[in-house]
């Protein structure tokens, strides 16, 4: 079993910045990707970055390209992602997923272990 808990979301105006942050503890030393994917209520999960955990290769979403960076504290088995130059699009829950098998990255199914998610709200 992998927890994974996320922190970091809140308010900011358009144009802004914010870092979420994903405490993972439990089984991690078998993850191939940590992720982050938006969560909008009722809605399916939509791929926003992912991380080889072995490599360290990087994927996103073309929506975020050049404005989010994932990133990772492999000794403190976190995870990041770093949001710039934030816009009200980029408004809802963003959630952490660990996968635990070589798939396909940006499929919210192939998924494992998900966190609870934390807001992210951007006014215009």
């Known amino acids: 079993q992998v927890q994974l808990v996320e922190s970091g979301g809140g308010l900011v105006q358009a144009g802004g910045s914010l870092r979420l942050s994903c405490a993972a503890s439990g089984r991690t030393s078998y993850t191939y990707y940590m992720s982050w994917f938006r969560q909008t209520p009722g809605k399916e999960r939509n791929f926003v970055a992912a991380l080889a955990w072995g490599g360290g290769s990087t994927y996103y979403a073309d929506s975020v390209k050049g404005r989010f960076t994932i990133s990772r504290d492999n000794a403190k088995d976190m995870v990041y992602l770093q949001m710039n130059n934030l816009k009200p699009e980029d408004r809802t829950v963003y959630c952490c997923?660990?996968?635990?098998?070589?798939?396909?990255?940006?499929?919210?199914?192939?998924?494992?272990?998900w966190g609870q998610g934390t807001q992210v709200t951007v006014s215009s």
């Open positions: 997923a660990c996968a635990q098998t070589y798939v396909t990255s940006s499929a919210p199914n192939n998924y494992d272990y």
